[in-house]
């Protein structure tokens, strides 16, 4: 995924299906100038982490 995509689906107030490492994770916040996001994995226990945005995958 790109950086202004992700953004994009940051600010959407509709869900979209992001996947990281194949699981469904939630979008929290987008680091421009790092292009990173901080995400927490939807079905686990919402801890955040960072992973760059590449990495995010749009189903």
């Known amino acids: 995924m790109n950086l ?3 953004k ?3 600010e959407d107030p ?3 299906d992001v996947v990281y ?3 469904y994770v939630y979008i ?3 680091d421009d100038e790092r292009q990173k996001a901080i995400i927490h ?3 686990r226990d919402g801890v955040e982490f960072e992973v760059d945005v590449t990495e995010l995958k749009e189903e």
């Open 21 to 23: 490492n194949e699981e």
């Open 28 to 30: 929290d916040d987008v």
């Open 41 to 43: 994995y939807l079905k």
């Open 8 to 10: 994009e689906i940051k």
């Open 14 to 16: 509709n869900m979209k």
């Open 4 to 6: 202004m995509r992700a």
